[in-house]
């Protein structure tokens, strides 16, 4: 069995390279492409169908992707043309819960004040205090503490305002999010027990109940 986990230590290393290396989110031309649902890669089932794709200079890109027939906004790392495992594909519903957050962040960021959303399914939003950086990262919980992976991307201040300027550029090219409703709005959120089984909003414990 593999996994991407990686001790606390190591997580510090990695943000602290991060934050080292001056690599700005460009995004110089936004296309937005809509092949049909029907017509994605059945062939090779995990290809990614891309709906929009926001290019950048360097080598980070948001895009609109159809990964296993679902629809995702994946923020990645690229190696030419070869996406690396670093970055994190959000479902709609992960992805909206970020963009209702996003003014909050950068408040936060301002005031720098730690900050930590999750996002749902161990996706979590957080900001360090004093830190500018915004990190958006899968964590799991192996044993008692729940611990970053290394899929998550941690935005630089500049890829975090690029990403803020493309929010509604991304919405146009995604009508679908209009169609999500956040589950803790779900009828079945509304007694504690729904949340409780609900696997994103208590992933680590919605078997135990
Ligand atoms: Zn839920």
């Given at each position: 069995m593999?996994?991407?986990?990686?001790?606390?230590?190591?997580?510090?290393e990695?943000l602290?390279?991060?934050?080292n290396?001056?690599?700005f989110?460009?995004?110089?031309?936004?296309?937005?492409?809509?092949?049909?649902?029907?017509?994605?890669?059945?062939?090779?089932?995990?290809?990614?169908?891309?709906?929009?794709k926001?290019?950048?200079?360097?080598?980070?890109?948001?895009?609109?992707?159809?990964?296993?027939?679902?629809?995702?906004?994946?923020?990645?790392?690229?190696?030419g043309?070869?996406?690396?495992?670093?970055?994190?594909?959000?479902?709609?519903?992960?992805?909206?819960?970020?963009?209702n957050?996003?003014?909050?962040?950068?408040?936060t960021v301002?005031?720098?004040l730690?900050?930590?959303?999750?996002?749902?399914?161990?996706v979590l939003?957080?900001?360090?205090?004093?830190s500018?950086?915004?990190d958006?990262?899968?964590?799991?919980?192996?044993?008692e503490?729940?611990?970053?992976t290394?899929?998550?991307?941690?935005?630089?201040?500049?890829?975090?305002?690029?990403l803020?300027?493309?929010i509604s550029e991304?919405?146009?090219a995604?009508?679908?999010?209009?169609?999500?409703?956040?589950?803790?709005?779900?009828?079945?959120h509304?007694?504690?027990?729904?949340?409780?089984q609900c696997?994103?909003?208590n992933?680590?414990?919605?078997?135990?109940?």
């Open positions: 593999t996994h991407n986990c990686v001790s606390v230590h190591e997580y510090l990695y602290k390279t991060a934050a290396e001056d690599r989110w460009y995004i110089k031309e936004g296309k937005t492409v809509r092949p049909s649902l029907s017509n994605s890669n059945t062939q090779t089932g995990n290809m990614a169908n891309f709906r929009y926001a290019a950048s200079g360097s080598d980070r890109y948001v895009q609109v992707c159809e990964w296993k027939g679902e629809l995702r906004v994946d923020l990645r790392e690229w190696n043309d070869k996406p690396t495992k670093n970055g994190i594909s959000l479902t709609l519903m992960r992805w909206m819960n970020f963009v957050a996003i003014e909050y962040v950068g408040k301002e005031q720098k730690s900050y930590g959303n999750h996002l749902g399914g161990n939003c957080n900001v360090a205090k004093n500018v950086y915004v958006i990262r899968q964590y799991w919980k192996p044993q503490e729940v611990v970053p290394k899929k998550g991307l941690c935005l630089r201040p500049s890829e975090y305002s690029r803020k300027q493309w991304i919405g146009r995604l009508p679908e999010l209009d169609g999500v409703v956040p589950c803790y709005l779900q009828g079945d509304m007694n504690q027990l729904g949340a409780l696997s994103e909003c992933p680590d414990d919605f078997t135990k109940w």
